[in-house]
């Protein structure tokens, strides 16, 4: 009787960790497919950061000045209308354990951000980019490779960890150049994974 709650117990523990396995596979081949709002939304902050150096530091007409505004407006509008059809279009997709719970890491971290927020103003009770921006891209670190350990992805993972690195070397720049490291961190840790994994997504 006891051998074979023994060989219950090991079959229980096979099936669980096959289960978790068969999940997280899941998981990433979703991931993959949705590569493309990896390479979307990564493009346009990585142009929203450096469009925003460019125009405070080296555009010299209104005119444009206005164009980069107006383009940035438009890619993001754009941006929005085509996630919301492709979430749609891809609701019927599988949902795992591990999908929902990396959908409440970043709600989370949406959360985190405005507290961050409201606590810095309430704390200094002024508007402070130098401090808010490098507190930011630490909150989005986190994300990051919180995101990248859940479907084991090293690529992911190591996007997330430099661009913690890059949030704790802006402290020494000002906004401006902070700009210019962030775009750097996106370029990093989203534009890149996230044409590896469109790339692969078949593989």
Same mark, same amino acid.
């Given at each position: 009787? /006891? ?6 117990? $090991? ?15 899941? $998981? ?16 346009i ?6 469009? %925003? ?15 980069? /505004?107006?383009?940035?407006k =438009?890619i ?11 979430? @749609? ?9 591990? =999908?929902?719970?990396?959908?409440y ?34 909150l989005m670190? @986190? ?18 960890i430099? @661009? ?9 720049? $000002? ?10 961190? %996106?370029?990093?840790a ?14």
């Open positions: 009787m /006891e051998t074979q709650q023994q060989n219950f117990d $090991s079959f229980d523990e096979n099936q669980s960790l096959q289960v978790i396995k068969e999940m997280i596979q899941v $998981s990433q081949k979703k991931l993959k497919n949705d590569g493309v709002l990896f390479i979307l939304w990564g493009w902050i990585f142009y929203n950061y450096i469009s %925003w150096y460019v125009i405070n530091n080296i555009v010299t007409t209104y005119q444009i000045y206005k164009g980069f /505004e107006y383009f940035a =438009g993001v509008v754009f941006a929005f209308a085509f996630s919301i059809y492709y979430i @749609f279009r891809k609701s019927k997709k599988v949902t795992t354990y591990i =999908g929902i719970s990396l959908r890491v970043w709600i989370s971290l949406i959360v985190c951000l405005s507290l961050v927020n409201m606590i810095i103003f309430n704390t200094i009770h002024e508007f402070n980019p130098t401090l808010q921006h490098p507190i930011f891209m630490v670190a @986190f994300a990051v490779v919180i995101t990248g350990g859940i479907l084991r992805y090293k690529l992911i993972t190591f996007g997330g430099v @661009f913690g690195l890059l949030a704790y070397i802006c402290i020494y720049f $000002s906004v401006e150049i902070q700009m210019l490291i962030e775009a750097l961190a %996106w370029l990093i989203f534009i890149i994974p996230g044409h590896y994994l469109y790339a692969t997504r078949n593989s």
